[in-house]
């Protein structure tokens, strides 16, 4: 998918909600149990009942690999169902050495087809520049997370004494563009994103953390909006758990549309 | 596995090396192509070949990912095939938040049985915790890897000057023990070795970048050893494709025991 065809869809829907699919057979309605796949079906209904909400869905690959051969069945059969409209992300974390980068690139863009893969920036730039070589396919750099944990070393000062995570944005500008080069800052770190945008103005951020993690969709509008939009925020449990009986999807979409209609009012006009 | 065995086999067998099973379809003998599972068909021959001369198997997830769904069969059935007394690592290069992380640590330590996952540590210590969890089962975490990217922040001074992995090196002693934490310091950067055991003496590192990335086994054994070995040495490429015939699993095996010889030499007495 393409910039522009991304920024037009967040046009029309009036939302730039990514629904995130950490589907945990823990969580998923009990009724569900009974399906041959149910995290499938859960994901299935999920999307039938969110896509007019949003505009990307997010597939957290750590949920399906935690089933084996099963879960990575379910994960490709979800990939496929998504609507070809809907930007889809694999939220993979990877990163690693250039011809080992250069295989996760194909798993996900050629032998699977998402449009975008998290990746993560500590073996620098031959580990990412792999995933960059791809038409249309995106890069979603991790930069500053949602976790306590990016307090470690993604805050820390470098010499210069500004923070690593910083120093992440300056150097991966000389690796992609905005055209095909998104990074991950956290909701929970509001304060930050006017440093972000000074640093990066033109470029998509992934944004998790609003929901159960406590983000301000508001605060990080007001902050970390272009004038391409520029964002797409991520919920994942305050949507897809959102119910936990019969009538799931229908509390899904509830939750979905309600987060929309408070996106359509941060718009611009 | 515990640290007491995997030093008792290192004495035994007068290796510390670990053999990489980066897989790839485009470079195994053609005539194992006819085979039903051609890349496990490689693994097994391989396996049997060289388990006389290592102690150590590490899967390249990045390579059975490529193949979807038919190469997490291949994955799954391979580790399955290792035999017990060889220390099996999960070379995935995952970390994610917490709750993501306890996933990614069930798919390696409870559906796959692995002894070790490597871990990423941009994301800080709640990324990593979850992985420490569980019995005998270790994480082997970044810090300073084999490729040109290391360049790019691993190496950087942080506010007092140290690079950031050893900042990860620091951090991470208050998260796991000798026990069940190693890390990953890559054979390219043999004068790093002093300065790297000055801060964990204790731990193992997993060392890649020997043979086709050009490490120097004598430099690494002299200043990264500790009185319990306390180094995994992995050769991946120069091992397994060694040979491209019929007879590539000889030719493998032959090219195993001339590192396992160099290596019964650098072992004390």
Known sequence: MTRLQL??????????????????????????????DPIFEFNRQI???TRDFCVAYKLN???YETLGKKGWEALEKTLDYLPDTHFSIADAKRGDIGNTSKMYAKAFFETMDFDAVTVAPYMGEDSVLPFLGFENKWVIL?????????ADFQMTPQEDGRPLFEKVLRKAQDWGAPENLMFVIGATH??????????VPDHFLLVPGVGEQGGDL???SKHGMND???????????I???GNGENFAEVAAASAKLVQTEMAGLLPR
């Open 47 to 49: 999307i039938d009942a």
């Open 142 to 150: 991790l930069a500053l997370t949602s976790n306590k944990g990016s």
């Open 61 to 63: 690959t750590a949920f």
């Open 218 to 220: 508001k605060k990080i």
């Open 190 to 199: 509001p304060e930050q994103f006017d440093q972000v945008r000074a640093v």
């Open 7 to 36: 920024h037009n869809h967040i046009l029309q829907k009036q939302s730039f909600l990514c629904v995130g699919l950490d589907t945990d057979l823990a969580k998923i309605p009990p009724h569900l149990l009974g399906y041959p």
């Open 228 to 238: 391409q939009c520029g964002l797409l925020v991520n919920s994942s449990r305050a």
């Open 240 to 242: 897809i758990y959102a």
